[in-house]
């Protein structure tokens, strides 16, 4: 109920809302000290109404970051490959979910995300407490388990719209908070995380 609340909100942006949203959200993201002094970030290709990352990606990938975009496995968890600009992309289209842009080279497998500095994950909203709402399909809730199997600490960052830091979503034990939230007009700390 709450996740199709925020995708309607979503889905009544224009283009041009998405767009202008996308620049000023690669803008404040760089901004972050985090992806400052990253060498490897784990990002993904937003999809749709999504706030937009290809500007941040490109950005980074121009700062020399490796980059690391997901690929959807067909048990939902993700593989990863390198991004190296936006014709290394491929629009795979996943049975009756929607299609997603994925890396077309190499793939470095599930854990190759374990090496990441900084990950930055899609969601619908985050709380105070750093909690985010994700799409439901668990694949990221994959990723956060694996890195802490590893023992790997990234930065772990959601890229939202300014209304999608709300209050209170509902948590459940395994998930993980975020470190931070970027939004077109600013960055949210989360103490602790």
Same mark, same amino acid.
């Given at each position: 109920?709450?996740?199709?609340?925020?995708?309607?909100?979503?889905?009544?942006?224009?283009?041009?809302?998405?767009?202008?949203?996308?620049?000023?959200?690669?803008?404040?993201?760089?901004?972050?000290?985090?992806?400052? &002094?990253?060498?490897?970030?784990?990002?993904?290709?937003?999809? #749709?109404?999504?706030?937009?990352?290809?500007?941040?990606?490109?950005?980074?990938?121009?700062?020399?970051?490796?980059? /690391?975009?997901?690929?959807?496995?067909?048990?939902?968890?993700?593989?990863? +490959?390198?991004?190296?600009?936006?014709?290394?992309?491929?629009?795979?289209?996943?049975? #009756?979910?929607?299609?997603?842009?994925?890396?077309?080279?190499?793939? /470095? #497998?599930?854990?190759?995300?374990?090496?990441?500095?900084?990950?930055?994950?899609? #969601?619908?909203?985050?709380?105070?407490?750093?909690?985010?709402?994700?799409?439901?399909?668990?694949?990221?809730?994959?990723?956060?388990?694996?890195?802490?199997?590893? +023992?790997?600490?990234?930065?772990?960052?959601? /890229?939202?719209?300014?209304?999608?830091?709300?209050?209170?979503?509902?948590?459940?034990? &395994?998930?993980?908070?975020?470190?931070?939230?970027?939004?077109?007009?600013?960055?949210?700390?989360?103490?602790?995380?």
């Amino acid at each position: 109920m709450l996740r199709r609340e925020f995708l309607t909100v979503r889905n009544r942006l224009t283009a041009d809302d998405v767009r202008e949203a996308a620049v000023a959200l690669a803008d404040r993201a760089l901004e972050l000290p985090e992806l400052a &002094h990253a060498h490897t970030v784990a990002a993904y290709v937003s999809v #749709g109404s999504e706030p937009g990352t290809l500007t941040l990606l490109d950005a980074l990938h121009a700062r020399g970051v490796d980059v /690391l975009l997901p690929a959807l496995l067909p048990d939902n968890d993700l593989d990863w +490959g390198a991004y190296d600009g936006e014709g290394s992309l491929a629009r795979v289209q996943h049975g #009756g979910k929607m299609a997603l842009f994925e890396p077309s080279g190499k793939r /470095l #497998g599930p854990d190759a995300v374990t090496a990441a500095d900084v990950v930055l994950l899609p #969601g619908l909203a985050v709380d105070g407490r750093g909690m985010r709402l994700g799409r439901g399909g668990g694949s990221y809730d994959r990723v956060l388990a694996r890195l802490e199997r590893a +023992g790997a600490h990234p930065a772990l960052v959601v /890229l939202l719209y300014d209304s999608e830091v709300v209050g209170r979503v509902p948590a459940e034990a &395994h998930d993980r908070p975020v470190r931070a939230a970027v939004t077109p007009s600013g960055v949210r700390r989360f103490p602790g995380n």
